[in-house]
T-cell receptor, first 114, second 113 residues
């Protein structure tokens, strides 16, 4: 399977600031997904990012709060804007790596907002 | 009703026993079914995929799918302490969420030496 990396792996941020998380894949992929996982909870899909088009956001998530870029088939960024303590979570990028709808996850970014 | 429901857990089994993890889903049009293992502090790792009714075996893991009952399970034979983790069931390709995976809340398994 491909290697998926995320930067940063963790960060502690102040309320009101923004953080951009990078996701890099070592092969070209069509679909990339951004998830949030709050402590002790399951995965919540934030948005789907396809190269060359606007990201598609899930209910409860908006572009102003979570802008996403997808400049090419191996890279995407998720920005968490105007952060509050409620944004403290693990943010995960995920990609489809086979024709069988199998999704693989990056190592995650652990965000703490003070 | 949640779209994907799993055993509420936590589940505890002795080392060497069979651990049985269950999952039901609501979208009858779902096509693809997955089990992920997530260790504490780590990201989910895909361990099994199943697409047609019946059993699929991979080492100590067996996935079972019954589309008529909208049920998928994961059996772990000869459970080891290293199997202690949260197991997430994911379903994809349904009528309501085509192209996206829907995850259950997970079942936490503890294998006691």
């Amino acid at each position: 399977s491909a290697v998926i990396s995320q930067k940063p792996s963790r960060d502690i941020c102040q309320r009101g600031t923004s953080l951009t998380i990078q996701c890099q894949v070592d092969s070209q992929v069509t679909m990339m997904f951004w998830y949030r996982q709050q402590p002790g909870q399951s995965l919540t899909l934030i948005a789907t990012a396809n190269q060359g088009s606007e990201a598609t956001y899930e209910s409860g998530f908006v572009i102003d709060k979570f802008p996403i870029s997808r400049p090419n088939l191996t890279f995407s960024t998720l920005t968490v804007s105007n952060m509050s303590p409620e944004d403290s979570s693990i943010y995960l990028c995920s990609v489809d790596l086979s024709s069988y709808n199998e999704q693989f996850f990056g190592p995650g970014t652990r965000l703490t907002v003070l | 009703q949640k779209e994907v429901e799993q055993n509420s857990g936590p589940l505890s089994v002795p080392e060497g026993a069979i651990a049985s993890l269950n999952c039901t889903y609501s979208d009858r049009g779902s096509q693809s079914f997955f089990w992920y293992r997530q260790y504490s502090g780590k990201s989910p790792e895909l361990i099994m995929s199943i697409y047609s009714n019946g059993d699929k075996e991979d080492g100590r893991f067996t996935a079972q799918l019954n589309k008529a009952s909208q049920y998928v399970s994961l059996l772990i034979r000869d459970s080891q302490p290293s199997d202690s983790a949260t197991y997430l069931c994911a379903v994809r390709g349904g009528n309501t969420n085509a192209g996206k995976s829907t995850f259950g809340d997970g079942t936490t398994l503890t294998v006691k030496p």
